[in-house]
């Protein structure tokens, strides 16, 4: 298979594969807000430039299966503010995946003056970011399990924080995780905001899940995850600044004018970490879809209804087929407000001043006081 042919995918950024397809297919009681639709282990403390937000980096050791896995987290909090609620944002799941995404929308939020105040936790996921890579079987089941571990554990940071009215705001794949970890009982929000949300990986939306084709996945998967010839196939497909680089200006950006080369370079790095590999591997094939079809997408949300707020964010140049997931949530049952911004994959990293802005709408019409 030639490293020139490409397979675009839900999540940014894209994993090349050996077919060509022109653009990527998708990728506690609060005032409930109204139906909206809008157009629009070592620490370090260090200092933002935004004076008065105060960012804390850790790590938090994720006991599972007999592991312990390194988790990289961040805190920002205002200086000197003695009522807080707390946030949890999620990166988007991709070979990419970064607390980066989420840092100066934190910022932004973090650091307004406002009824209420807030705290924000980003953390990167098992695998990803600058989190530990073991070799491991990943699924739904285990990013799942990572999620709710990580609010719930008794040693988490999250829990050490406290957890009344706790938000939770998740891109991509991350943010249906989120949905479905809740329908299902194992996490308690606050509030869900779920920015260019997505649930299936590339593969299984484009050439189907029949018995055929999830034994090709498991072959593709199987040969990602190998030794030596794995790095060989990744390092060409994926691990490269052009193709990153590529898949930034074809549909993780809306303005390819955005995609510096500090951002790809950034990226690029990513992938390189040792064990990096693992989980896009299983993200292709569809091992971490959280559903598999629409109707069931459209269920996850509506299991929300009366139950929490729930935003979701659309990137106004998304895809067309991951915009056509996103524009099925607009006036859904389960959505309490669908709020459209400039970008397309990524609007958070992209626009991070405009997502901030609806997020912080969104935070103040859902748990300010009735005037």
Known sequence: MAASVAFSVSSPPFVPFSCKIRRPFLLVTPKFPKLVSVKASASSISIDDKSSVQTKTSNWQWKFKGNSIGIYY???????????????????I?????????????????????EVNWRATIVDWPGLGYSDRPKMDYDTDVMEKFVVDFMNSPE???????????????????????????????????AIAAVAPTWAGPL?????????????YG???????????????????????KSIESQYKSHVYADQNNVTEAIIQSRYELTTRKGSRYVPAAFLTGLLDPVTSREEFLQLFAAMEGKLPVMVVSGKDAPKRSKAEMEALRGAKGVSKF????????????????VAQELYNFLQETFASPK
């Not at 100066?104 to 406002?114: F, L, M, N, P, Y």
């Not at 299984?204 to 090709?216: A, K, L, N, W």
């Open 219 to 241: 072959m593709l998967r199987g040969t990602l995850r190998a030794p030596g010839v794995g790095w060989m196939m990744y390092n060409m497909l994926v691990s490269n600044e």
């Open 204 to 216: 299984p939306i484009v050439f189907g899940r029949d018995s055929s084709m999830v034994s090709r």
């Open 156 to 190: 988490s940071p999250m829990s050490q924080s406290g957890n009344d009215d706790l938000v939770i705001i998740g891109g991509g794949h991350a943010a249906t995780l989120a949905i479905r970890a809740t329908q299902r009982g194992l996490l308690k929000p606050s």
């Open 74 to 92: 961040e805190e920002h909090e205002k200086e000197k503010c003695d009522s807080v609620k707390n946030i949890l944002m999620i990166p988007t």
């Open 94 to 114: 991709s070979d990419v995946s970064t607390v980066e995404e989420w840092r100066s929308v934190a910022k932004d939020i973090v650091q307004r003056d406002g």
């Open 339 to 354: 709020v459209e911004v400039e970008g397309a994959l990524l609007p958070q990293e992209e626009y991070p001043s405009l």
